[in-house]
């Protein structure tokens, strides 16, 4: 895959993204350019639109209004084009439970019309670097937490995509996995490819992501660089004064603890 | 491609039955009775061959097959989710990809086999040269397609409207009240055209409705090669491959669009409602305690109950796969009642066994749905499983449930019979009816508690549609287990029908009826409790497997 430079269009393109459920509003026009080749870190607090956004960027959720251009490619007009050239690691997971780690990568590649023995080969690559190798004959549904975001990862990066969504990729993940996945996004970005992906660890986003995305009540605050994001501060600081921390509440939950009992 | 959806779909079905012995055996014990039913039917209808019934015969049963795979999976056992297409969401697949394959993998199992054959059945029997033979086994293709079809974009229409807001509520009644109304129109065409043609002639003159149908069509055309005339015969088939083709475009329409979009309402029912939703173990639900607020101080097990009742029919109404468990019922007791003529004359001189069978299925049908009390429930169940230190408590639990049921089942009854009441002027077979079909929701209801606790499994809530069943070979041990609910109901309600037998039908069994039903009830949870009790951490396990 050829290192894209800046003056290609930008890998992921959303302009004006909203998404309404009921009366809640989960997005209310997110627009955000990715510039291709970078690692972009979206952080927000919880209800932020992180999802919503993700799902309706990766066409998994149709968008109330606005667009968004993959390379170039409109996801909801041209999706077989689109899908074809990312990979995405969902929240939920949703896998064939009821096939093995293998198995699943088998087909998932086959049904992307890949070659057979490619699929094969890579499935089993993936497995070992990912340390699923022995867990490779297990069913999907007896996998652990870690293990199943691990077999999600693979399924994702099958294909060799050229822009990688991630969401909350490290969410219940001990740190074991948590390593091997890590070093394979590494080596995944080092080729010049995409990654975008949502987290509430700013630890990691800051030490993975060179653009940085904060998210809050459906729209974005702020997105820049690292170092534009956090002016010197660390993340943690910079995210709780873009975001506003809520102020402490004295003299509640006084029943709460040891001495009211 | 499509190959790879099929060998896809084989394997899934593989690994769901590994290290599960219950399914295994439930699709063992299916197998065999497949394995003896198939040529059963398959015989009796070619025996028909050269028979002046076996055109119209042909007919009907190419009718019935294609109504009952449309309808069935609304009311029962649901579709074959075992490929479950949200899986395939991310995939590159165009539309024309996606629809063959998906199309293929519902084709994969042991239901369009069985239904193959019954529908070759027919071929044997009204065929009779070379070329109609032909045409029959297209015409049994295409109307297995047509089946298969069918059920899937009922189903995934249907889910959508139940998982829609509110506001189609009043559209999925309408569809409901289509349909119902729709076979008592053709029930009150067929009295009319059998009165017509004289008594004996109902095969022929039900098939001379039916024949208009698409898979009605397909059937005549088989007739009319083995008459030579091809032409007709291939009008006819066009007719039904047309018909194929619409459905399946719909279908997969509905699922672009359900895997696309997401659930307006549970999203702000969640939101509205957190603290309603939260384990009702631990809280009494404000809109039942309300009442019970000016009692002092309720009995444990007493407000335990009721706590449940309250979060079983806020879930009646939220969650879409109690509301189309419900939908089906409701849709499958008008179609009876009217079928079985009781809206106009069949009432009237009708004997106690008429009213028997009428009634009782009603509530049988109610209680079959809970047989599965904990399986909807789902991983949530630790919930009250961390609240349950007595067998006591779990009594509670199904007590609350089934006092949901019956709040919901209960008024619908009444409002059933009520209706017949006034559509033909009389109290006493109405109100025997109304008191008969408690007794029998409450004896299935206390059956099904027992079933509830020795025979849980998971069901799984699809975007795509709420009427999956427990997946592979599940669906099997489900079918047994409504089938065992069925004759044990049966059985236990024979003292009642008995005694309906010797006195006269009227409104003491609306004492009689309630009463006796409450008491199974009562026994079924008590049983059910103890054993459910010691054995609640694999309960939970089961129930909270994905599937």
């Known amino acids: 895959m050829a290192c894209s430079d800046r003056t290609a269009p930008p890998a992921v393109a959303a302009r004006g993204l909203c998404k309404r459920f009921g009366s809640r509003i989960a997005a209310a026009g997110v627009t955000l350019l990715v510039p291709a080749g970078s690692f972009c870190g979206l952080v927000g607090p919880n209800g932020a639109g992180k999802t919503t956004t993700l799902s309706m960027m990766t066409g998994l959720l149709r968008p109330d209004a606005g667009t968004v251009e993959i390379a170039g490619r409109d996801v909801w007009r041209d999706p077989v084009g689109v899908k074809a050239v990312i990979g995405v690691l969902p929240e939920g997971l949703r896998l064939f439970e009821r096939l093995s ?91 010049g490819s995409t990654v975008i992906f949502s987290s509430h660890v700013l630890e990691l986003v800051e030490s993975l992501c060179d653009f940085v995305a904060v998210m809050s009540g459906g729209q974005i605050l702020t997105f820049g660089t690292l170092a534009q994001v956090c002016q010197g501060r660390p993340l943690q600081q910079a995210f709780l004064s873009i975001v506003g921390a809520p102020a402490q509440q004295h003299g509640r939950l006084t029943w709460l603890g040891n001495s009211s009992r | 491609m499509a190959w790879q959806f099929v060998t896809l779909k084989l394997r899934l079905m593989a690994g769901a039955l590994r290290g599960s012995p219950a399914r295994l055996a439930g699709l063992i014990v299916a197998g065999v009775a497949g394995l003896y ?88 029997a009204v065929a009779d040269s070379p070329g109609s033979v032909a045409v029959g086994v297209l015409a049994a293709a295409l109307n297995l397609a047509l089946c298969v079809t069918a059920s899937r974009a009922l189903t995934t229409g249907f889910s959508r409207l139940l998982r829609s807001r509110r506001g189609s509520d009043a559209g999925l009644i309408a569809g409901a009240l289509l349909v119902a109304v729709t076979v008592v129109a053709g029930n009150i065409a067929l009295r009319a055209q059998a009165a017509r043609g004289g008594l004996g002639r109902e095969v022929d003159a039900a098939a001379g409705i039916a024949r208009w149908t698409p898979p009605g069509m397909l059937a005549h055309a088989i007739g009319d090669a083995a008459r030579g005339a091809y032409p007709l015969a291939f009008a006819g088939l066009a007719a039904g491959a047309v018909s194929v083709l619409a459905l399946l475009w719909a279908w997969v329409a509905l699922l672009g669009h359900a895997l696309t979009s997401q659930d307006g309402q549970s999203r702000g029912a969640r939101r509205r409602s957190a603290g309603a939703a939260a384990p009702a173990a631990v809280r009494v639900v404000p809109a039942a305690g309300s009442a019970a607020a000016a009692v002092p101080h309720p009995p444990a097990g007493v407000s335990r109950a009721r706590a449940v009742a309250a979060k079983e029919l806020r879930y009646t109404w939220r969650d879409p796969r109690r509301r189309a468990a419900w939908l089906g019922l409701a849709t499958a007791l008008l179609i009876t009642l009217s079928a079985a ?156 029908l008995a005694a309906l037998a010797t006195l006269h039908a009227g409104p003491w069994l609306l004492v009689a009826g309630p009463s006796y039903g409450a008491a199974v009830a009562w026994a079924g949870r008590a049983i059910a409790s103890g054993l459910g009790y010691r054995r609640l951490p694999e309960l939970l396990a089961e129930v909270s497997r994905t599937v």
């Open chain 1, 101 to 191: 780690g293998r198995e699943l990568l088998g087909y998932l590649g086959r049904l992307r019309g890949m070659p057979a023995a490619e699929v094969d080969a890579r499935a089993d690559e993936l497995l070992a670097v990912l340390d699923l190798a022995r867990d490779a004959r297990t069913l999907v549904v007896d996998y652990s937490a870690g293990m199943r975001k691990k077999i999600a990862l693979a399924a994702a990066l099958l294909h060799n995509p050229r822009v990688l969504f991630l969401d909350e990729p490290f969410e219940g993940v001990d740190p074991v996995s948590a390593q091997a996945i890590r070093a394979v996004l590494d080596a995944y970005t080092a080729s």
């Open chain 2, 37 to 124: 039913a198939m040529p059963a039917a398959f015989a009796l209808l070619a025996a028909l061959h050269g028979r002046e019934v076996a055109a119209g015969t042909g007919v009907l049963v190419f009718t019935a097959v294609a109504v009952n795979w449309a309808l069935l999976p609304l009311f029962a056992f649901g579709t074959d989710e075992t490929l479950d297409p949200a899986r395939l969401a991310l995939l590159p697949l165009r539309r024309r990809t996606l629809t063959v394959g998906l199309f293929a993998a519902a084709l994969t199992g042991i239901g369009p086999v069985v239904t193959f054959v019954v529908l070759l059945g027919v071929v044997a």
């Open chain 2, 341 to 496: 003529g009781l809206a106009t004359d069949g009432l009237a001189r009708s004997s106690g066994a008429v009213l028997a069978v009428a009634a009782c299925y009603p509530g049988v049908l109610a209680g079959v749905q809970a047989a599965n009390q904990f399986g909807l429930d789902g991983g949530a169940l630790w919930l009250n499983v961390a609240a349950t230190w007595r067998a006591r408590q779990l009594r509670a639990d199904l007590a609350g449930k089934n006092l949901a049921c019956a709040l919901v089942a209960v008024p619908f009854f009444t409002a059933l019979y009520a209706a017949l009441g006034l559509a033909v002027h009389q109290v006493r077979y109405p109100a025997a009816g109304l008191g008969l079909s408690i007794a029998a929701l409450g004896v299935s209801l206390g059956i099904a508690s027992i079933a509830s606790v020795l025979l849980p499994y998971p069901v799984p809530d699809r975007r795509a549609s709420a009427f999956g069943g427990g997946g592979t070979g599940r669906g099997c041990l489900a079918a047994l287990t409504s089938a065992g609910i069925l004759v044990l109901a049966a059985l236990l309600l024979s003292p009642l």
